[in-house]
């Protein structure tokens, strides 16, 4: 199955991010594909090089980092919600991107499932 | 399903959040108002605190806030028609349809939910 996924929460503060993660590494797991991960509301702070946690905490944004660029898909940010929260092409982590809630739209119709994470 | 729709989805965007206090019920509204340009099968439906994003006369100017209700009037311009309005939620909050800014199908909690299930993609904010 080909599935997208819509986070809309950031790290560490919520607990989307690291499930719609675990739930990315299964369904990969099971044989799925994932075509993209976008990011929206808060959850374009997922991509922040700039992140800085703890060294014996989960480092999220390189996390999805490194899931997206072993297996080919891109972690997408809403433009007009990451330049509200200051996230640009600068501070932008390996794999990610900032793009338009277009490519949300053709996530959404091209994939068997479009699955959200987030409050 | 014809050939001709066959690549047309149905995308239902629910909100449910008062439409202050949180940014989700007017970025919800931005991503309605983009995918309304790609000519899918939109529908919104207004469940729980979301119905009040829908009430007439908001006042943000106390908040510091501008308001954006009244960018749900424009829905229909972007041939975003199909708005429903749960009852139930619309009724514990003391409002009726003529509370609201727009023309809505109010609904019973059931047939939002049969709604739900016939949808392609469900997102909610």
């Known amino acids: ?119 | 399903m014809t050939e001709e729709n066959a690549n047309i989805r149905k995308i239902m965007h629910v909100m449910r959040r008062a439409p202050h206090g949180t940014i989700y019920t007017y970025e919800g509204l931005e991503m309605i108002l983009i995918m309304a340009a790609y000519e899918q099968d939109l529908s919104v439906a207004f469940i729980g605190d979301g119905v009040y994003a829908l009430k007439k006369d908001q006042q943000t100017e106390g908040i510091g806030i501008k308001g954006f209700s009244r960018t749900f009037m424009a829905l229909d311009g972007y041939d975003v028609e199909k708005l429903y309005v749960d009852e139930a939620s619309l009724a514990e909050r003391g409002l009726s349809e003529e509370d609201l800014l727009v023309d809505v199908e109010i609904m019973d909690s059931g047939a939002i939910g049969r709604l739900m299930n016939e949808q392609d993609v469900v997102i909610h904010h």
């Open chain 1, 1 to 119: 199955m080909n599935i997208g996924i819509l986070l809309k929460e950031g790290p560490y503060n919520h607990q989307a991010s690291d499930t719609a993660y675990n739930f990315a590494e299964a369904a990969i797991a099971r044989g799925h594909r994932i075509d993209a991960v976008f990011l929206y509301n808060d959850g374009v702070t997922n991509v922040s090089r700039l992140s800085d946690p703890p060294q014996d905490d989960r480092h999220v944004a390189n996390r999805w980092s490194e899931l997206a660029e072993k297996h080919g898909f891109k972690v997408l940010a809403c433009i007009a919600a990451s330049k509200r929260r200051g996230i640009n092409d600068d501070i932008l982590t390996k794999g990610s991107e900032i793009t338009g809630l277009g490519t949300l739209t053709d996530i959404a119709i091209r994939n068997d499932r479009l699955v959200t994470f987030g409050d």
